[in-house]
């Protein structure tokens, strides 16, 4: 069974950083694509970046490009989203999901087979 667990959500000031913590099993991280998704108040749920489990490539939506990185902590079982010059426009409930697709696909149009149950981030001064 895949289990995705969130953690690191908060509230900080524009410009500041946050890092997501996405806790997995190594059987995840071996078979299935792993993306972080937002949703925003009112609005529809996107793709932020995801990393593919066959040669680590990723993807980025233009927004964070150059901002966020996302990256895979083998030893731990873990997919991480550093989140740094953050935006009130960030705003929203980040979700760690899992597919069998590569990252750019998985990101920008499938829809994942797994979700975890999502971390508040809130930019605000």
């Known amino acids: 069974q895949v289990q995705l667990v969130e953690s690191g959500g908060g509230l900080v000031q524009p410009g500041g950083s946050l890092r997501l913590s996405c806790a997995t099993s190594k059987f995840t991280l071996d078979y299935y694509t792993i993306g972080w998704f937002r949703q925003a108040p009112g609005k529809e749920r996107e793709g932020v970046s995801c990393i593919s489990r066959t040669d680590g490539s990723t993807y980025y939506q233009n927004s964070v490009k150059g901002r966020f990185t996302i990256s895979t902590d083998n030893a731990k079982n873990t997919v991480y989203l550093q989140m740094n010059s953050l935006k009130p426009e960030d705003t929203a409930v980040y979700y760690c999901?899992?597919?069998?697709?590569?990252?750019?696909?998985?990101?920008?149009?499938?829809?994942?087979?797994?979700w975890g149950q999502g971390t508040q981030v809130t930019v605000s001064s």
């Open positions: 999901a899992a597919a069998p697709d590569l990252a750019q696909a998985m990101c920008v149009a499938s829809v994942p087979d797994y």
